[in-house]
């Protein structure tokens, strides 16, 4: 939709003929149609534009506005703004529409309507233009109210509170599409359209005295106008009475001309219609103009005039008169502001200039057009205001000096500056500074030199961060890019320029400079730019000296090196001729090496073959002047000046020792007189050899060298040279070392020969040693003889002296004896008594030890042996604490089945109960039947007390007689059958409908499994759903993407299951704390969505500056995002996502053994299975799945919407906030496609950087799920085997309705040729023993429903869902003498034999029973037996022991043995035991019943734990609804109250004498219509079996019933009656809230649902 200007007005309206061909009847039709929905819409504009010039507050579009209004509360601003003292902001519901927005309509909406109505009736406004509140809230009569509005606002008008409204009538275009639109929804409701035009009238109508005053001045004008005299017409106009504004005598021809042909346009108009309205019906305003329409016109001439006036100022240039015209009253115009004048002059003809380029010929401005210039130039004069207080604003703070009080003022978007960088304030304000003090200007810089400077230091700014990332590319596009202006930037130098200033850049940085000024950067290009020139020339000079090596002349090799642009360093002429030998030399080197004979020396070389051959210039000068040095010595003769010289380290001579001074002297001078003695030359040079390779002069006179040989040359043959004295100094010191070396090594000499001497010292010995041990046996025999004497002798003295003293020495020994027995003794004692505690701690050690051992034994050994199973036999033995915590474990499970299924209950009521209040909104009628279902949920829970079940039980399915027993136990055996072989249950889910399947499992199969509140059924329910799924994917399942896109059941009820009560707290403890945190954090704000976080920024600067924005604030996610800010706070909004979703994440992985068994088992499952079907399938396919499950399933609902699955605590009435609900929903679907590793694509650009994060999160998740897959099987896990529910104590009990009984009983019987083809199935068997389905009132017992009861339905509903509890026991199992089930006869035999071993040891179980018992045994057992009687007796019912095994116990224990053998026996033949292995198998049985004995008392422990902690919880859920339902007694009470007080505006009265009233009335209404009438209106759309033209010939009798909301339908075909139907109002109701659009009647009519309810609210409730 747009507005058109009415210069260009051209558009024909909808009903104009543009063209000169007749239309049709169906054409004009169709043309009048169109025509009556563009004139709605007009009004819609008209309507939105007053309420939005009233409110100062933009409203929804008109195609919008109608849903726009229906919440109320731009109505109710509305009745504040002309009556504040009747209607206060906060009387307002939702006055920010937050609960709007968010949850859609509350019915509390309505009360903003109220106070609407209130407000129009405070102010006078005629009732007979009011709406009713449904029109506006169910929507079902908008015109209506958008009539209301335009009398409201020309009452208003008239009154002087509010603005006229316009008339848009033909100014306004629609696209053909909301036309149509608005078409359909007239079309559809039926609604007539209200006849605007004639508001002027009916209000005329409808006023006081006063008014008609009015109304007769009114007349008067029109008459006047008749008359066609200007003078008379003009004081008819200024009669004070018309309440005209602005009347002009100068113009009152105009005035004349202008209401004479409105008057006449509106005669035509009228006379078109007149034929077809009665003449009661007319209004009398059908052809006079109205008092508005008048204004109208005076208005239009007026403003002409004024426009003219403009118009002709402009033509003059005349500034003066200019703003006097614009400042005329007619016009209107707002703003004016004579400081401005100038600007108006100039826009005002620059517009006109550009509209006649437009328009192509002289253009005339309209007043529009004059408003919307003037507040151009206002708004412009304003910014440039704002502008220089900004400059002013920015020099002052450079003056200060502070940086971020100039950063601050230079990022006020006033100032209309370039981008600000906040991070370079230090930057500006130097540099602005410097600038500052150089300006010539008092006042500073101005704006024009500010844009430059800022977006040159921008621009630096912008530099100095990408050379902070020291990116080379970036630098050099940079530099390229920017507006910086640097000169003589060369770019093929740009690299060089971007590697100096990030090294330029990174010295700055370390000297403490922040910033690179433009300076720096400029003298850096410059010094670049010098560099890159010197490089070239010494490129050059380096290609001459390259030459000049090739020509062979060292001059010129000289002279190539002295090139100052070769800058090599350090080249001395004098050695110009070494510099052309090195060089040659290293070229040489380089080009065998290489390869390459053209190869050329580089810069890097010949500087170092300079200094090389510098110091070998230094080098051979020094050795030339050692050498000669050394000569001179030798010639004088002194032996330490010649030391001196040798040891010169010039001289280069090695091996030169102080020691030898005098030998050195004697040699050389010897050597130096045989050269003299050979002649001498008398020549002065002499010649050294330099590296082996080069010649060097020396001019002993002179003292200086050379490398060129000297003309004439001659060596002097007198002078040693270097090598002569290296020779002898090298013979010298040889000889000298030698000598040295001898005596160095005296020691070792003396050492040799100790050695010698003491080899022969040895070998003196070794011989005489070999003689001696060749005489061996004589030496031995010698000193035999001679100790063997001695000992005899001495023996023989001690042995006298003895025997002369027997007795005493016997007294001696016994004393000393018995003296030391008694010491250790005591010692003994003592030690022990000291260390009591520690002998304490041993025995204990050993004994633990020892049944540690024991223990390994029973648990480890393949065969452990009877004397190991005998001690700890005990253990099977149960005592009073375990009868005490079995029957604890039977009350709470109890109480947790009966809580959940309460639970359960009341969570149907309350959903019921919303439903009811939202029905109630819709319409009153419904109210009693809200108040009804609250007194339900109260007295519900009371209306079966215990003594009623007990009585029940005891007439019903429990009775006492022998008939009603059979058929119980049969149930018993069923139940115990279906619960424990879960393939019948998997099977019959797939008879179902998916929608009876899920009630079916909801109801009977949690139930049958108690919720899994123990491990013996969580085990079997979890085989169920194994089963289940495997039979789903194996038949059900195609494509492995099926278990994604569809609903599995069995995934549907797993997840179901474990997000109830046994899997709530696992959840919670998952996800509470990271939700809560979440929740909590009130300045997260997450929102990936770029056009609300535009909406959000220009909100923002609108309220920072007061303003209103220049941008515009409908955009597309595109435009959203050119912005910087946008993209800015998107980053940073996705960022936070990333951290929080991370937050989430681990959370979820560290808490993988949270996740409840069962979904990590039905996971592991689902995975397998599908691998099986699927084997091409690869890991991440079936990851991807599993993930589907445990995270999208299981655990994204309670991200999204944790106080709907008790993730957090919530109040009764309280609910999350939006942004709450954005930031969770954000995260989920953040882990929704990490999950399932699908990326953002088309339409989410937006977020495609989003999608590295997602990969990298999939990866997390890929090890999460494959870690949640790892579990062990249910069989090792609840340790559950064949033997399980024999050695348990109590047998498995449930707790089930009778209607819960009766439908299982009838499905099963159904579908029994499905779930069990073979008849030879144990199921048949059972089936047949129940017989047929019997009826409630067989199970419920005979008596327990009056039949004379009224509500007999009602009452025998209620008592269907008695819940009674059921022992599950399994009809299969070894009958009391029957021995054909060897497990059951295994079971009795073990337990004799654990009764006769505790009383009877022995090594196996052979030697027990064959071995007699003692009396003292049989003793023993008697008190064992009377023991186990006594705790027997006061054991509960259900925990007592069978008579057939009390029986066996009491035995005697021979018997018992007796018992046992014939048992044993019975089994060998069976192949269980053997006596060859004397019976091992037993006791190997016996030893696991004790090891699952005591795991199930650990698991019976941790049950009470988990079962305590699930009955908590759920009390606190029962709690939580209670609290709801109190807040919905609160409120109906509320609603019960409000109606006793509206009296007047109800449609039901709640009194008695209302009641009456109305019954008496509906008694006597009815409603006959026609088929054919019904089918007019909409309400029936067919009838099977009849033509529309047969129609007329059915008739509908619709009469209300003595129930308030109830109705009967009659129909008749001729006058007969066929048929009647009974209708429930509330029924419709939930129809229509249900979405059902059509509805079957009588099984042939199909009814419209919505006209049906509007035809009873009209004809009946007067809505």
Avoid at 624 to 629: N, S, Y
Wanted: proline share 3%.
């Amino acid at each position: 939709m747009y507005h058109e200007d009415g210069a260009n007005s051209l558009r024909p309206r909808y009903g104009s003929i543009v063209d000169d061909e007749r239309l049709s009847a169906e054409e004009m039709d169709e043309r009048r149609r169109q025509n009556i929905a563009y004139e709605y819409l007009c009004h819609l504009e008209e309507a939105k534009q007053w309420i939005e010039a009233c409110l100062e507050e933009e409203l929804p579009s008109t195609t919008e506005l109608e849903e726009g209004l229906r919440n109320g509360v731009y109505l109710g601003k509305l009745a504040k703004f002309f009556a504040p003292k009747m209607v206060s902001e906060k009387k307002i519901y939702d006055r920010d529409q937050s609960r709007y927005k968010s949850k859609g309509l509350h019915f509390r909406h309505t009360d903003n309507t109220v106070q609407w109505l209130r407000a129009m009736e405070s102010v006078g406004l005629p009732k007979i233009f009011y709406p009713e509140t449904t029109d506006v809230y169910d929507r079902k009569n908008m015109p209506k109210v958008i009539y209301c509005i335009h009398a409201l606002s020309l009452y208003l008008y008239k009154l002087g509170i509010a603005p006229q409204i316009q008339d848009l009538l033909g100014k306004v275009a629609f696209t053909e599409e909301e036309i149509s639109n608005m078409r359909k929804e007239l079309e559809k409701y039926g609604i007539q359209m209200p006849a605007f035009s004639k508001i002027g009238g009916i209000l005329a109508n409808e006023l006081s005295v006063d008014e008609a005053a009015l109304h007769a001045a009114v007349i008067a004008i029109n008459e006047a106008i008749d008359k066609g005299q200007a003078e008379g017409t003009m004081v008819a106009l200024q009669n004070p009475n018309a309440m005209l504004r602005n009347t002009q005598k100068e113009l009152a021809n105009d005035y004349q001309d202008t209401l004479s042909q409105a008057k006449k346009r509106k005669e035509a108009l009228a006379s078109g219609r007149r034929s077809s309205i009665a003449t009661e019906e007319r209004d009398v305003y059908e052809e006079l103009l109205t008092q508005q329409e008048i204004q109208s016109s005076v208005d239009v001439v007026n403003t002409f005039t004024a426009t003219q006036k403009v118009n002709q100022a402009i033509d003059a240039q005349d500034k003066d008169a200019l703003l006097a015209g614009l400042r005329l009253p007619v016009l209107g115009i707002l703003g004016v502001l004579e400081a401005n004048s100038q600007w108006y002059l100039e826009h005002f003809t620059s517009y006109r200039e550009h509209k006649a380029k437009d328009v192509g010929a002289a253009a005339q401005l309209e007043r529009d057009e004059i408003q919307r210039v003037v507040s151009s130039c206002n708004d412009f004069a304003e910014a440039e205001k704002r502008k220089q207080d900004a400059v002013s604003a920015i020099n002052a703070a450079i003056r200060r000096g502070i940086p971020e009080e100039t950063v601050h003022e230079l990022l006020n978007p006033e100032a209309q500056l370039p981008i600000i960088y906040p991070t370079a304030a230090n930057l500006y304000q130097s540099e602005l500074f410097s600038l500052q003090n150089g300006s010539q200007k008092k006042n500073g810089l101005s704006h024009e030199e500010l844009c430059v400077a800022v977006e040159m230091l921008s621009a630096v700014a912008v530099l100095n961060e990408v050379l902070d990332t020291k990116d080379s590319v970036a630098v050099t596009e940079q530099l390229s890019d920017s507006p910086l202006g640097f000169g003589n930037m060369d770019h093929d130098n740009m690299q060089r320029y971007a590697d100096t200033l990030i090294s330029l850049r990174a010295e700055s940085l370390a000297r403490g400079q922040e910033f690179l000024t433009w300076n720096d950067v400029q003298k850096c290009i410059d010094t670049v730019n010098f560099q890159v020139h010197e490089e070239h020339e010494r490129v050059i000079a380096i290609a001459e000296i390259n030459e000049a090596l090739n020509s062979g002349d060292p001059e010129k090799t000289l002279a190539a090196l002295l090139l100052p642009t070769a800058k090599i360093q350090g080249v001395n002429p004098e050695t110009a001729k070494h510099y052309h030998d090195l060089l040659l030399h290293t070229k040489d080197l380089i080009c065998k090496r290489s390869g390459d004979e053209s190869a050329v020396l580089w810069l890097d070389q010949i500087q170092e073959a300079v200094h090389t051959a510098n110091q070998d210039q230094d080098d051979a000068l020094k050795l030339a002047e050692a050498v000669a040095d050394i000569n001179r010595a030798i010639a004088v003769g002194d032996n330490e000046e010649t030391l001196a010289a040798l040891q010169n380290p010039c001289a280069g001579l090695r091996g030169v020792l102080s020691d030898c001074a005098p030998a050195y002297q004697t040699e050389l001078a010897q050597l130096q007189d045989q050269h003299i003695q050979e002649g001498n030359s008398g020549s002065m040079w002499v010649k050294h050899r330099i590296k082996d390779k080069y010649d060097y002069f020396y001019d002993l006179e002179t003292k200086k060298g050379t490398w060129v040989q000297p003309e004439d040359f001659i060596h002097d043959s007198t002078q040693l040279t270097k090598e002569d004295i290296q020779n002898v100094v090298s013979s010298v010191t040889a000889e000298y070392n030698r000598e040295q070396l001898w005596l160095a090594n005296e020691p070792l000499i003396v050492q040799l020969q100790a050695c010698i001497r003491g080899y022969l010292v040895r070998r003196a010995y070794s011989d005489r040693l070999a003689y001696l041990k060749q005489q061996e046996p004589r030496v031995i025999k010698l000193q035999a003889s001679w100790k063997g004497c001695k000992q005899r002798k001495a023996y023989k003295d001690r042995l006298q002296t003895l025997q002369s003293n027997v007795q005493t020495v016997v007294k001696l020994q016994s004393f000393v004896k018995m003296w030391r027995a008694r010491r250790a003794y005591t010692e003994r004692l003592q030690y022990f008594k000291d260390h009591e505690k520690e002998i304490i701690k041993i025995q204990a050690f050993l004994k633990a030890n020892k049944a540690r051992v024991d223990y390994r034994t029973l648990t480890g050994a393949q065969d452990p042996p009877l004397s190991v199973v005998r001690k700890f036999a005990h253990l099977l033995e149960q005592s009073g604490l375990d009868l005490q915590e079995e029957q604890e474990m039977t009350r709470l499970r109890e109480e947790v089945v009966t809580k959940i299924r309460a639970n359960q209950q009341m969570e149907k009521d309350l959903n019921l109960m919303d439903i009811k209040i939202g029905l109630l909104v819709k319409n009153r009628i419904t109210l009693q039947d809200v108040v009804s279902l609250s007194k339900k949920m109260k007295t519900k829970k009371n209306k079966m007390s215990k003594e009623d079940l007990a009585m029940g039980d005891k007439q019903g399915i429990k009775g006492l007689s022998k008939e009603k027993r059979k058929r119980l136990e049969a149930y018993q055996h069923l139940f115990y059958l279906l619960q424990t072989n879960p393939s019948y249950l998997a099977k019959l889910i797939f008879q179902m409908p998916q929608n009876k399947s899920t009630k079916f499992m909801d109801t009977v199969i949690f139930t049958l499994y108690n919720y899994a509140s123990n491990q013996r059924e969580e085990y079997l329910l979890l085989k169920l759903f194994e089963s289940a799924l495997r039979e789903e994917i194996k038949s059900k399942v195609d494509q492995i993407q099926d278990i994604v896109t569809g609903n599995p059941t069995v995934i549907k009820m797993v997840v179901s299951f474990n997000r109830g009560a046994r899997g709530q707290n696992a959840l919670r403890q998952l996800l509470s704390p990271v939700v809560k945190e979440i929740i909590e954090d009130k300045s997260l704000g997450i929102n990936t969505n770029p056009i609300d976080i535009y909406k959000a920024w220009v909100n923002q600067l609108e309220t920072a500056t007061g303003e209103a924005s220049k941008l515009p604030y409908e955009v597309t996610a595109e435009q959203a995002l050119s912005h910087e800010e946008v993209r800015s706070r998107l980053e940073a909004s996705n960022q936070t996502l990333r951290s929080v979703t991370d937050k989430v994440l681990s959370s979820i992985m560290s808490s993988v053994d949270t996740i409840p068994y069962g979904m990590r088992y039905i996971a592991k499952v689902l995975k397998n299975t599908l691998h099986e079907k699927f084997p091409d399938a690869s890991e991440d396919d079936l990851l991807k799945i599993v993930g589907n499950l445990l995270y999208y399933r299981y655990m994204n609902p309670a991200i999204v919407a944790p106080d709907g699955f008790d993730i957090i605590d919530m109040t009764a009435g309280g609910q999350l906030h939006s942004d709450q609900r954005r930031n969770l929903g954000s995260v989920a679907k953040m882990l929704q496609h990490a999950a399932a590793n699908k990326l953002f694509e088309d339409g989410s650009d937006h977020l495609t950087s989003m999608n590295g994060y997602i990969s990298s999160t999939y990866q997390k998740f890929r090890v999460f799920l494959q870690s949640a897959c790892d579990v062990p099987a249910p069989e090792e896990k609840f340790n559950v085997d064949e033997y399980s529910d024999m050695v348990t104590l109590s047998k498995p009990v449930i707790y089930i309705s009778i209607e819960e009984i009766i439908n299982t009983h009838s499905l099963v019987l159904e579908h029994k040729e499905a779930i069990a083809p073979d008849h030879s199935d144990l199921l048949h068997e059972l089936l047949e023993d129940l017989g047929d389905v019997p009826d409630m009132e067989s199970l419920l017992g005979e008596g327990t429903v009056d039949p004379n009861d009224p509500n007999k339905e009602n009452t025998m509903t209620q008592l269907a869902k008695t819940e009674v509890s059921l022992t599950l026991t399994n009809k299969f199992e070894l009958m009391d003498g029957d021995d054909m089930d060897m497990k059951g006869l295994m079971m009795k035999t073990k337990k004799l034999v654990v009764d006769v071993v505790r009383i009877q040891p022995g090594e196996t179980l052979t030697d027990i029973l064959e071995t007699p018992a003692t009396s003292l045994q049989e003793s023993e057992h008697a008190k064992l037996v009377e023991r186990r009687a006594a705790q027997d007796a006061t054991a509960p019912e259900g925990l007592k022991s069978s008579q057939a095994v009390l029986e066996d116990r009491q035995l005697p224990l021979e018997q018992k043995k007796r018992k046992i053998l014939r048992n044993l026996r019975t089994l060998e033949q069976a192949g269980l035991v053997s006596s060859s292995s004397k019976y091992q198998e037993l006791i190997n049985d016996i030893s696991k019943d004790i090891r699952y004995q005591r795991r199930y008392r650990q698991r019976r422990k941790a049950e009470l734990v988990k079962l305590q902690q699930t009955l908590n919880a759920l009390n606190s859920k029962a709690a939580f609804y209670q609290d709801q339902i109190n807040y919905y007694d609160t409120y109906i009470k509320t609603c019960l109250d409000n109606l006793n007080r509206k009296n007047a505006r109800r449609s039901i009265k709640l009194d008695k004498k209302g009641e009456e009233k109305g019954s008496k009335k509906s008694k006597q209404q009815s409603l006959k219509y026609t088929a054919a009438r019904l089918h007019e209106k909409g309400v029936i759309l067919e009838i099977e079996g009849l033509q529309t033209n047969q129609l007329k010939n059915v008739m509908f009798d619709i009469a209300p019933c003595e129930e308030v909301g109830d109705f009967e339908i009659k129909a008749k075909f001729m006058g007969v009656e066929m048929e009647k139907v009974q209708l429930h109002f509330q029924d419709l109701l939930q129809l229509q809230y249900e979405g059902v659009a059509v509805m079957k009647m009588f099984d042939k009519a199909k009814v419209n649902v919505n006209l049906l309810i509007f035809l009873l609210n009209k004809k009946f409730y007067g809505k």
